[in-house]
Structure formats: structure tokens, C-alpha cells
């Protein structure tokens, strides 16, 4: 009876936290509406839809094509503020993560590969897993579950993502970054054309339980969208890919973008989150948009380093 009744008050402190958090955004949201000028106010949804999307997407492909650098800093910066909205869902299911190791985590997992390849990421892990058993010993509030919940956050955030770190150094500027915004186009290809097709066409519910508004008719439209963008690969110097290969390593990563937008939107039902943040007005938070990214990321570097696609040495300490 004991255990239920603290498990009910640090479930209805986390509660309580989110909704604080909640309304201290609403109040960031009035602030920024209120210094909008007045011929951006009054838009429609599809309309600031639109803006966000168009800055958000403008910001990526320059980012990706400009250097290393900035390529570094965009990846970084996503880890970190997808790591922080999902602390933040996580904590109205009573979780208490350690938001300050996992969000610090999630961005060094990009740095570190930049800078020592895969063997940067164990450093990563090994050091957060140390950092988190310490905390845990010594922070008696901080459960099992609250140690799982940090590590695999920093984890599902910021490791996955850097494996498009590795993919861009495997090529010279300034292949390496068309090869990852091919990337990112593929992933973007596969939600546009899943949402155009399911939303005209779509009648056939692919998970109603997790997602209601999947339908089967977006899911083949959007593995033809990312087929279609990874035969464009071909094009690439460098790049050793054939059309048949292609159109297979395409669907591949086209069923794990759809994996992991329905893990995300799992993770929101499960702790009763529409968006996971409100960073992106009319798109939610950013964790929204790179649900599909962070498998597909993973996926499509192992894709072409074991079909021998691009070049890529391993090197351990």
C-alpha cells in the first residue's frame, strides 16, 4: 500500500510539473504572438504549417551542405532539444530521468564520432551509464526505471543520430552532405507522400491502436517516396550504388522511418502528449519531426557501409 501511494505522489508530481511547464510555454507563445506584426497574425493552421516547416527545412539543408561544422551543430542541437522533449513526456508518466546527463549525452554523441568514430560513442555510453549508477546511488529518489529512462533517452536521441556523422565524413565536401540530406529528403519524401496518399486514398488502418490516422495506402505510398529518393543516390560521386540495390536499401529505411514515428507516437499515448513539445507551431515539437530520422539515420549508415556503398575504415583504439 505504501509503494502505491508514493508511486501516486511522484506520479502526481510529475503531473504537476508538466502542466507548469505547459503554461509557462502558453506564456512564451502569447509573448512571441504578441511581438509578431500584424500581417503574420490571423494566419491559418496550413499557413503557419507552412512558415514553420519552410524555416525549419531551409535551416536543415543549409546546415547539412554549408561544412562538417555545421553539420555537427545541427546534429547536436536536434539531439539535444528531441532529448529534452522526451524527458519532458516522460516525466507526466511519473519517470524522473536526469535531465542534465541525458540532454548533455545526446550531444556528445555527435561530437564524439565526429572526433573518434564509432569508439566515441561507447566512451559516451560507457560514461553516461557510469555518471547515471552514481546518481542513482546517491540520489535516493532516482529508481531503476528513472536510470533506464535517462540512458535510453540520450541513447534513442543522440547516438542514432550520429551515425550520419560517420556518413558524412565518408565522402569529400561536398558529397558527404548531399549524401546525408539525400538522407533527409528520403525521410521527409516518406511523410509527405504517406500523408498526401493516406489523407486522399487512405482506408485501411495500419496500427489504429498506436496511430489512428496511419492507413496502409500512405505506408506503400511513402516506401515508394523513399525508394524513389534513395535511387537519386546513384547520382552521387562516390556513392557505389546500384538502381536495383537502391530501391531495397530504400524500403528498408522507408520501414524504419514508419518504426520509429510509431514508436514516438507510442511513447505520446502511452503518457497522454498530442506533440511532444511546441517548438514547431503546427508541427509540435521537434521530437515530431525527427521521429522517423533517428532509425532511419542509423539504418541507412549500416546500409551502406556493410553493401560497400561508401568508403569506411575501422579503427578502434
Keep these: 500500500m505504501d509503494n502505491r501511494d508514493a508511486h501516486s505522489q ?14 509557462r510555454g502558453e506564456r512564451l507563445k502569447d509573448y512571441a504572438y504578441a511581438k509578431t506584426p500584424q500581417k503574420f497574425k490571423n494566419a491559418s493552421d496550413l499557413q503557419v ?9 531551409t535551416v536543415s539543408v543549409l546546415c ?5 561544422w555545421t553539420t555537427l551543430a545541427l546534429l547536436c542541437a536536434t539531439a539535444a532539444l528531441c532529448a529534452g522533449e522526451f524527458y519532458y513526456m516522460l516525466r507526466a508518466d511519473a519517470k524522473l530521468p536526469n535531465e542534465m546527463l541525458g540532454i548533455i549525452a545526446a550531444a556528445l ?15 559516451v555510453s560507457l ?11 546517491f540520489w535516493m529518489r532516482a529508481r531503476i526505471p528513472d536510470v533506464g529512462v535517462s540512458f535510453f533517452g540520450a541513447a534513442y536521441c543522440g547516438m542514432l543520430l550520429s551515425s550520419l556523422v560517420l556518413v558524412r565524413q565518408a565522402l569529400p565536401h561536398p558529397w558527404g552532405g548531399v549524401l546525408v540530406l539525400g538522407i533527409f529528403l528520403s525521410v521527409w519524401a516518406n511523410d ?13 488502418k495500419l496500427a489504429p491502436r498506436v496511430s489512428p490516422k496511419k492507413s496502409w495506402e500512405g505506408f506503400f505510398a511513402g516506401l515508394a517516396g523513399s525508394a524513389l529518393f534513395w535511387c537519386l543516390f ?12 537502391a530501391l531495397v536499401f530504400g524500403v528498408v529505411s522507408g520501414l524504419c522511418g514508419v518504426l520509429g514515428d510509431l514508436a514516438e507516437s507510442r511513447i505520446k499515448r502511452n503518457v497522454g502528449f498530442k506533440d511532444s513539445g511546441t517548438l514547431l507551431p503546427g508541427h509540435g515539437g521537434l521530437l515530431d519531426r525527427c521521429d522517423s530520422l533517428f532509425l532511419v539515420a542509423v539504418a541507412s549508415a549500416i546500409l551502406l557501409v556493410a553493401g560497400n556503398c561508401i568508403p569506411f575504415t575501422w579503427h578502434f583504439m
Design 49 to 57: 504549417r507552412f512558415r514553420t516547416g519552410f524555416v525549419y527545412v
Design 234 to 245: 546513384t547520382l552521387i560521386p562516390g556513392v557505389n550504388l546500384s538502381i536495383p540495390m
Design 192 to 204: 509527405s507522400f504517406a500523408y498526401l496518399v493516406g489523407s486522399k486514398f487512405g482506408k485501411h
Design 109 to 123: 554523441y555527435p561530437i564524439s564520432v565526429y572526433f573518434l568514430g564509432l569508439q566515441g560513442a561507447l566512451l
Design 127 to 137: 560514461a553516461l551509464l557510469l555518471a547515471l549508477l552514481v546518481w542513482y546511488v
Design 10 to 23: 511522484k506520479q502526481a508530481a510529475g503531473q504537476a510539473q508538466a502542466a507548469d511547464e505547459r503554461s
Design 64 to 68: 547539412i551542405l554549408i561544412n562538417d
